[in-house]
């Protein structure tokens, strides 16, 4: 698996007339090598593909890097590259634009000063857009986790709870079953909070009439699931439901929709559209959804502005909602992936309203 990312990587240095790429991004050397600690690089060049870390990795390293030259730095890891000669026949150095501060591209101008130093953006990314059998199987296992995580959750939400109570539980409950972590800091925005799509979890105690937004996934060896679900406690007004309804039609729609070859920016318009025509267009206030792998945020992007079209493999969240301010917001989430007629769920909890 890794050989033919290296040699499609190949291809695109090819492309771009280099002659080699620095690899810093701990996503991208992980996706390339298997490596899951915190400090190394990778160069890649036509003739070899070489691993640099500290000795602190000595061990986790050799268990880990398959297909790749080791080697433990003494010093900083750009001074190994250099005192290896690993650049030697390199002149045109590719590097991770988005990846990289300005203060760090600094040091690598006074470390690699026979190479000059060529901005790229995304490569590795858009190798990864579209999954293998084995990133599929670690997505799947983490949205069989999260999944069953909101059902377990459920019977802990009553009056009287916090958001941060129920936000603990979600991230004890998915490492109890398996998770290595949670993907990003639990949502549980309840009442009028709900219409801050990214609300953080607060002392805010739970109240009866009250809508409750839980969005929270996890990792499971690096792969990461996200869901979305609002519940309401004890009753529902007849605007949230109404509400609820049209959230739900528009998700409906856009799953429906999915399918490879599909422009992100025309999924979009499919559950914008159904919103819109419900008379709350402008209370969606967000793209329909991100893709889903090794980061919780990658691409492709499910947004009005995108320019990339889903392929067979990719994964993708889709999560229209409606925010409306001083009453409280509707979001439902739904991880899937593309196939060439269609998508697969991933993630399964019920979508039904729910009343607590």
């Known amino acids: 698996m890794r050989s033919r990312r290296t040699t499609a990587l190949r291809k695109e240095l090819t492309r771009l007339r280099l002659d080699a ?52 730095a003494a010093d900083s890891l750009a001074g190994e590259v250099v005192r290896r000669k690993l650049l030697v026949d390199s002149r045109r150095l590719g590097f991770e634009s988005s990846h990289l501060d300005f203060a760090r591209y600094r040091a690598y101008r006074r470390e690699f000063k026979k190479q000059s130093l060529v901005a790229t953006d995304g490569i590795i990314e858009e190798l990864g857009i579209a999954k293998s059998a084995t990133e599929l199987a670690r997505i799947k296992r983490a949205a069989a986790i999260t999944d069953r995580v909101f059902k377990e959750i459920l019977r802990e939400i009553r009056p009287g709870v916090s958001e941060l109570d129920i936000s603990a539980e979600i991230s004890y409950r998915q490492r109890r079953h398996g998770a290595d972590k949670d993907a990003f800091d639990p949502i549980v925005a309840s009442g009028k909070r709900s219409a801050l799509p990214h609300a ?127 009453l409280g917001g509707v979001r439902i989430e739904d991880d899937v992936v593309v196939t060439k007629r269609g998508c697969d769920l991933l993630t399964r909890s019920s979508k039904e309203l729910i009343i607590l």
Not at 48 to 72: C, H, L
Not at 245 to 258: C, K
Not at 278 to 300: K, Q, T
Request: hydrophobic share 35%; aromatic share 8%.
């Open 21 to 72: 790429l620095l690899i810093t991004s701990n996503r991208n050397i992980r996706y390339l090598t298997g490596f899951t600690g915190s400090n190394a690089l990778c160069v890649l060049t036509n003739n070899g593909q070489y691993f640099v870390t500290d000795s602190r990795y000595t061990i986790q390293s050799r268990a880990e890097v398959r297909g790749w030259k080791r080697f433990i």
């Open 200 to 326: 953080r979890a607060s002392k805010k105690k739970f109240k009866a009439g009250e809508g409750i937004v839980l969005d929270f996934g996890c990792t499971v060896e690096g792969y990461h699931s996200d869901l979305t679900r609002t519940v309401f406690i004890g009753s529902v007004s007849r605007k949230m439901r109404e509400i609820y309804t049209l959230v739900r039609a528009a998700q409906t729609n856009a799953i429906q929709a999915t399918r490879s070859d599909l422009e992100a920016r025309a999924l979009d318009a499919v559950a914008r559209k159904t919103i819109s025509d419900g008379g709350w267009g402008r209370y969606f206030v967000h793209s329909l959804g991100h893709g889903l792998g090794l980061d919780v945020h990658e691409a492709p992007r499910i947004s009005s502005l995108s320019r990339d079209t889903l392929v067979p493999g990719c994964v993708i969240t889709i999560e229209p909602g409606v925010y409306i301010p001083n």
